[in-house]
């Protein structure tokens, strides 16, 4: 059994920071990519950022300069720094990792349960 719980998420106003975290456990024998994702009310989810097992990172434009993704590979927890926050930026973020388990020969994804991020004043 694999999971993944992330935290972090809450009320900020625009222009603060926060720091979302999210740690996978289990029985995991490797992680390959981990990444952020987002979705606000009534539009689809998107991709926040993506860090590779050797890390290679992957923004969307809209959060370019603004958020930092890293991961403590040893801890299988990755990170998602974000500065400069705006309105826009209010959604539920989702921890999302490729995980290979026991028993299994190829990567599978998991997701966690969410975390609510609201920018407002």
């Known amino acids: 059994q694999v999971q993944l719980v992330d935290s972090g998420g809450g009320l900020v106003q625009p222009g603060g920071s926060l720091r979302l975290s999210c740690a996978a456990s289990g029985s995991i024998v490797s992680i390959q990519d981990m990444g952020w994702y987002r979705q606000a009310p009534g539009k689809q989810r998107d991709l926040v950022a993506t860090i590779s097992s050797g890390g290679m990172t992957n923004y969307a434009d809209s959060v370019k300069g603004r958020f930092t993704i890293s991961r403590d590979s040893a801890k299988n927890t990755v990170y998602l720094q974000m500065d400069k926050m705006e309105p826009e930026d209010t959604a539920v973020y989702y921890c999302?990792?490729?995980?290979?388990?026991?028993?299994?020969?190829?990567?599978?994804?998991?997701w966690g349960q969410g975390t609510q991020v609201t920018v407002s004043s």
């Open positions: 999302n990792a490729d995980v290979r388990a026991t028993g299994w020969s190829i990567y599978k994804p998991y």
